[in-house]
């Protein structure tokens, strides 16, 4: 099981089941962005973001030269 160091994770009582089923547990460094998959999927929809703005840009300075 990886987990992130999340309060949470590390209560007590949650651990004797968890242990008791022969379960590898690893606990992620305080900021691992890079084992983090949510931030890959922050930097896919920023780079998609970043490609439709740049498409509207260049589309409204074609419009207005043609204008």
């Known amino acids: 099981m990886l987990l992130d160091s999340l309060s949470i994770h590390k ?3 949650v651990w004797d089941p968890v242990f008791e089923c022969c379960v590898f547990v690893w ?3 305080v900021y691992s962005p890079d084992l983090n998959p ?3 999927l922050w930097e896919y929809l920023v780079m998609l973001e970043f490609r439709a703005v740049s498409k509207m840009r260049q589309t409204d300075v ?3 030269e043609v204008l």
């Open 11 to 13: 209560v007590e009582g």
């Open 27 to 29: 606990f992620l460094s």
């Open 38 to 40: 949510v931030e890959l």
């Open 62 to 64: 074609g419009k207005a």
